[in-house]
């Protein structure tokens, strides 16, 4: 199968190995800041891993020239922070074919919906096939260009859903070789309520605001940046997330519970659960606040749980407190001009059976 992988940060280098491991013809497109990143790929002639993945994978072609890219893909995998899918909608959206399937990973916030309007297809056009998953399937960080260190590969508890929901079935069938952590969803708005990073980034991060700032994130993010107080507001942030989910009749997991599902974690608790984590073990914190656990995680994330939640009357005081800290801290309002909202993504005059629905 032809593969075209969108994104060369940590997953998507790594979704481009894997893939190209299990034999497939991979291309791994980015934008041109990614220039040397890419030039060392495309000169190496694939990409190496070590960790839980190992060895050498071949990749077609690795650039910026997004035509040759998607050139006959079979499947599109777009690989990203939340605020890349709307930009990946319009650059790949004139390359796609009747019949083509794109999969967002991970759909972050109801990355498919976001997809299939910015490429100015209906949600329910059978043409266009766009899924999305609910989390990454690999805990991973670039080592050096083209040398990956994947710290674990997920086994199971990796969720997948499509739009229309009739196209589940073919995204599974085309990844599950490469892929068998997947599991089929019952929709969409499964797959970005069970993405746990809004739930654990920022609230790590704000806690532990004046260690990064003062180290530039000299310290490990999970084994020191989580302790009991921490851990509580993680589970205060959860609990929301999870009334949210009961209010569409969507069925989510715990963050501890799909941790533990996930190999991540060992204990079920939301403290030493993540900081004796096996899967976390090693993670550096980031160094700096204006990062994707506060811009993407909150700016992009949580203030769609909280406008969704809103939509369906569930309070939500603690994600709202979270939303105005983090704004507070970045120095702007991250709720001002959100690209993401019930409303942009016109699903405004939906109701909550309407949009479980979806």
């Known amino acids: 199968m032809r593969v075209a992988v969108l994104g060369a940060g940590n997953g998507g280098v790594a979704s481009a190995f894997d893939f190209a491991q299990h034999g497939h013809d991979v291309s791994l497109y980015a934008p041109p800041q990614f220039g040397s990143h890419l030039a060392a790929i495309d000169a190496a002639g694939g990409v190496t891993a070590f960790g839980d993945l190992e060895g050498f994978a071949p990749i077609r072609y690795a650039g910026n020239d997004i035509a040759e890219a998607m050139e006959a893909a079979e499947l599109t995998v777009i690989v990203g922070p939340a605020y890349a899918t709307e930009p990946h909608a319009f650059l790949a959206g004139p390359y796609l074919d009747d019949g083509a399937a794109v999969l967002i990973c991970p759909g972050s916030c109801a990355g498919a919906i976001a997809f299939k309007r910015s ?3 209906d949600l329910d ?21 083209g040398v990956i260190n994947v710290f674990l590969k997920l086994k199971t508890g990796v969720y997948l859903a499509g739009l229309p929901r009739a196209g589940t079935d073919r995204l599974y069938d085309l990844i599950k070789d490469v892929w068998p952590a997947v599991e089929k969803a019952e929709s ?14 920022p609230a790590v991060t704000l806690l532990n605001a004046a ?10 993010f999970y084994e020191e940046g989580v302790t009991e107080g921490v851990g509580r507001l993680i589970e205060a942030v959860d609990n ?11 069925k989510v997991l715990s963050e501890p ?14 403290s030493t659960g993540y ?3 096996p899967g976390f073990l090693g993670i550096a914190a980031q160094d700096r606040l204006e990062h994707r656990y506060l811009t993407e995680d909150v700016g992009f994330s949580l203030v769609f749980l909280a406008d969704l939640a809103a939509h369906v009357d569930v309070p939500t005081p603690v994600i709202d407190g979270v939303i105005t800290i983090a704004s507070a801290v970045l120095g702007r309002d991250l709720r001002a001009g959100a690209v993401r909202t019930v409303a942009t993504l016109g699903l405004d005059g939906l109701s909550a059976s309407e949009l479980a629905a979806i």
């Open 119 to 121: 490429a100015g297809f």
């Open 125 to 145: 056009d059978e043409r266009y096939i766009v899924g999305e998953t609910s989390t990454l399937p690999y805990a991973v960080r670039i080592t050096e260009p």
């Open 188 to 201: 969409v708005f499964q797959t970005t309520l069970q993405n746990g990073n809004p739930v654990i980034h």
């Open 211 to 220: 260690l990064l700032e003062r180290t530039s994130g000299g310290f490990l």
């Open 240 to 250: 929301e997330r999870l009334a949210i989910a009961a209010a569409l009749g969507v």
């Open 257 to 270: 519970e799909i941790g533990v599902k996930q190999g991540y974690m060992t204990e079920l608790n939301y």
């Open 275 to 277: 900081s004796k984590a």
